[in-house]
Nanobody
Framework: QVHLVESGGGLVQAGGSLSLSCAASRLTFSLYAMGWFRQAPGKEREFVAVIRRSGGTYYADSVKGRFTISRDNAKNTVYLQMNSLKPEDTAVYYC???????????????????WGQGTQVTVSS
């Protein structure tokens, strides 16, 4: 059974930084695109960023220039470095794995096969 486990969430002041990690097990990690999504209270879950098997990255406009996604295939881990955090970044952050990446559908939850349980990020003003 595949497991994705996020860590690194917490409470931070606006303007601060946090680094999230997502460790995968029982998954041929290098064959999957890995994405980050988030869900704020009362809102739909939304795409944040994705990193392809090749290392190519894509970001939501709302986080571009502030967040950086990266991966370490040797450690089966994907990271999300979040800088210049804003209160509107407050959400539960989820990582997800996609075996059939396409640019057209990379922001769609439906494309992702495996999901973590989420980690809470709270940004205070």
């Amino acid at each position: 059974q595949v497991h994705l486990v996020e860590s690194g969430g917490g409470l931070v002041q606006a303007g601060g930084s946090l680094s999230l990690s997502c460790a995968a097990s029982r998954l041929t990690f290098s064959l999957y695109a890995m994405g980050w999504f988030r869900q704020a209270p009362g809102k739909e879950r939304e795409f944040v960023a994705v990193i392809r098997r090749s290392g190519g990255t894509y970001y939501a406009d709302s986080v571009k220039g502030r967040f950086t996604i990266s991966r370490d295939n040797a450690k089966n881990t994907v990271y999300l470095q979040m800088n210049s955090l804003k209160p509107e970044d407050t959400a539960v952050y989820y990582c997800a794995a996609d075996h059939t990446f396409t640019i057209a559908t990379m922001a769609s939850e439906k494309e992702y096969t495996y999901w973590g349980q989420g980690t809470q990020v709270t940004v205070s003003s």
